[in-house]
């Protein structure tokens, strides 16, 4: 086959060569199952959707007008009607929710499929080692989406970071501002919302980071100890404006207009989204009625996501604090918090023996100590070669996809930069720091590892 992509940088060409579209099934047509099938549409010279499981029926049809190529005979309902028929693709997508990644990996590891698994892996330590023995033993190429990895932005800081640019890193501040609003929409109203009913807000929403700081760190510097601070501090009943009075729903509340996180200023105010996009479309069931002004606000009417932020039944975390220490003794710190005007715009700071780096998510700004001269890099957000822009998470989705396809296309799991077994330690970390928060305790990861039965 001839490779498209120069090996480790993401840089594939959309031009005519003797190579297939590399064949994807799509599990999931919900908000991820369509951002990575859209690369195929910009990119099919790369990669084609052949088939597709989504059982709910308005997604189904509106992904399948999109993807039209798809046979009818491989379109099901449930990921495990199409597990029951031979191989349909070279690899496949796994984009439904948290809980249900871990038995679908193993299924169709088992038939040889290449698998591209949303993050997070799975919801306990034990399922994630169990996919991660299932991938191995079927020698097939694995990637968990930590998209921020394949972004430009992150490419470059590792690039520098590689080079020894900051000579040995010697501590990493990290913050991601969640938004008061994206916290309200996912981890107050909406699908994160609960522990029991997904996961714990460090998994949902930071497994990319403690995953991008292990990467940061590299592999020679495994993280060895972990501690953690957080709680639920403000979407509780108790802290609910008195003015609300016994309201449950923003279309109720007389507090509304004063309240920062009315679900009407949220979904309903134009100026702040397109109104047809994400989040409008979660509140319209994913796409199960039109998304258009007067659905929305019916559905803020009847649905989840027209409550009360204080009236929610979520109970995790609002703000987290981990502390990391990685082997060698270098230490990073780590904070998750929903109050902040920033969405998802990590800020990163790397102190180094010779230099530091100030990430902003879009330039970098690095200081040569020995020279003390100041170079801000500014990556954009989109991979060389690949159609349709960087597409969302700073480019890191199509950087992702362009990556993935290309280790299928050339049979080289190595250009991922992510073993599976590196994917299972960063999420291990992530367990590891919640039961330090809810023990109080600092934890020995390895030891971690091993009493939560995931070393063989
Ligand atoms: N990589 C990232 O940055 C990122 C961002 C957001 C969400 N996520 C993760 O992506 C995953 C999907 O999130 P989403 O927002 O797209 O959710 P979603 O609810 O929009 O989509 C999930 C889809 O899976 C479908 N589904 C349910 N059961 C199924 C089955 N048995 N077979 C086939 N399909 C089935 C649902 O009907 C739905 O359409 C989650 O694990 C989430 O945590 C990752």
Redesign the pocket.
Known sequence: MTPLLQAGTGEAANQVTDRLPVKIAV???????KVYASFALHNPLLCQVVAL????SR?REAFLRRHVDIPAQNVFL???EMVKVPKLADAVVI????Q??AECVVEFAKLGYHILC???MAISPQECAAMTRAVVQANIIFAV?H?LRYSPYNRSLKQLLEAKACGDVINIVHVEPVGWWHFAHSYVRG??RCEEQATFSLM?KSC?DLDILCHYMGTNHPPRQVHSFGSLSHFRRDKKPAAAGLATRCVDCAFEKDCPYSALKLYLDKSKHDDRGWPAS?VCG?GEVEVDMENVHEALKIGPYGRCVYESDNDVCDHQVVNIEFEGGATASFTMVAFSELVCERQTRIHGSRGAIIGDSQTIRYTDFATGKTTVIDPGTETQGINGGGSG?GGGDYGLMATFIEAVAQGNASLLGCSPQQALMSHVLVFAAEEARKKRVVIDVEDYLRSEACID
Do not use: F, Q, S
């Open positions: 599990i999931g047509a919900g908000e991820r199952g499981a989504e059982p709910v997604r449930d990921w495990k984009c439904t929710l948290d249900l990644h949303e993050k997070p989406c998209v699908n994160w949902a990319h979660v994913g998470h």
